[in-house]
């Protein structure tokens, strides 16, 4: 009896030992990760932490098109660039960004422009936020467009892409606007750079044809003028002719009744063989 108690308590031993063994590898084996939970319960916890990789997976995909919009904004897709400030959209149709003006098609600077707002929007769900005044005479929306936090507005004003164009009551971040386009003429940025430069070049050129045109003006005006004065001059002389008096006639020259002494009537003696025919005394008429 005392034989048997003995193996029955080693028996036991042995259980209680190799059962505390196996107890202490799993949770080695927990620790490492190696081993995946095999309860509903722990399936349970797994689903509401993430569900793993595969879970983070699932929840990215199906927010992937809002990852670059904030939830503050409401959200519509952009299908179109038309050009650096104004694109069509799936909701509020054609929308021209508040406060900017980029430069118009063919202009220097309007295809960059153009190109950075095609990638940072082109395809993209973006936030809006509706301006005061929420259409312009050509029935677009006005709206300032953001990416995730980034106001897209703004960062074509720090790129150089545009210039600050403020029309109330569309003004209410005019002073951003104005701060972030003074840092971007500093840096020589965009429009500010290389087309800034031909604009100054272009209205330089401008100033000179102006300056031209007027010179020639005040050119015909003095030809014009002298002219008019040559014109009265000859009118002056003409007048002075007409109106001055006509010069009296010679008088006749003083005749001496005739007889010998006269010059022009010469006595008999001077015109041999002549005769005095008309009885005046004159014998060489």
């Known amino acids: 009896m005392k034989v048997a108690l003995q193996v029955i308590g080693g028996i036991v031993v042995l259980f209680l030992g190799g059962a505390f063994l196996v107890g202490i590898a799993i949770g080695l084996l927990e620790g490492f990760g190696i081993t995946e939970p095999s309860d509903d319960g722990g399936r349970a916890k797994e689903m509401q932490s993430g569900g793993g990789e595969k879970g983070r997976r699932g929840r990215t995909g199906r927010a992937g098109d809002r990852r670059e919009s904030s ?22 149709d054609r929308v021209r960004l508040i406060g900017v003006n980029t430069p ?3 202009r220097c ?24 005044e929420r259409k312009d005479r050509y029935g677009r929306t ?33 002073g ?31 100033e000179r ?7 020639a003006r005040r050119a015909r005006v003095r030809r014009g003028l002298a002219r008019e004065r040559a014109r ?13 008096p006509s010069p009296a006639p010679a008088p006749d020259p003083p005749s001496d009744g005739g007889g010998s002494g006269s010059p022009s009537c010469l006595p008999s003696s001077a015109c041999p063989g002549k005769r005095d025919g008309d009885g005046d005394g004159c014998y060489c008429e």
């Not at 939830?71 to 069509?88: E, H």
């Not at 009265?232 to 001055?244: F, S, W």
Request: glycine share 10%.
């Open 176 to 206: 951003r606007f104005r701060q972030a386009a003074q840092s971007a003429r500093g840096a020589n940025a965009g429009v500010w750079g290389v087309g800034e430069q031909r604009v100054r070049d272009a209205r330089v050129r401008r």
């Open 109 to 132: 600077g309007s295809t960059a422009a153009t190109r950075f707002t095609q990638r940072k929007l082109g395809g993209q769900v973006v936030g809006y936020e509706l301006g005061a």
């Open 142 to 174: 006005l709206a300032y467009l953001y990416r995730g936090e980034k106001m897209h507005d703004l960062d074509l004003l720090r790129g150089g892409y545009a210039k600050v164009l403020t029309i109330p009551p569309n003004d209410k971040y005019a």
């Open 71 to 92: 939830s503050r904004w409401p959200l519509t897709r952009v299908v179109r660039v038309i050009d650096g400030d104004t694109v069509q959209t799936d909701k509020l």
């Open 209 to 215: 044809a102006a300056r031209a045109r007027r010179e």
């Open 232 to 244: 009265a001059a000859r009118q002056r002389r003409a007048d002075r002719e007409r109106n001055r």
């Open 104 to 106: 118009e098609e063919g």
